[in-house]
């Protein structure tokens, strides 16, 4: 009887383990595709600033 409860409690800790590794999978998938539309702004962010300075700072022509 008592290796019963132990064995069903050493169950319910491995579903639990299960379920929070499963969101830990699911939340590191959802931080990359935020991680990568972040890099895609920066991105933009510098090519503007790199002809902003080229136009305004340096006085180059517009292209």
Known sequence: MMGTIVEN???VEMVRK???MKQ????NQRLKHENEM???IVVQMKGTLN???S???????KR
């Open 55 to 61: 136009r305004y700072v340096l006085e180059e022509p």
């Open 38 to 40: 972040l890099m895609k």
């Open 24 to 27: 830990l999978k699911e939340e």
């Open 18 to 20: 299960v379920d929070e």
């Open 51 to 53: 002809r902003m300075v």
């Open 9 to 11: 409690a050493k169950d």
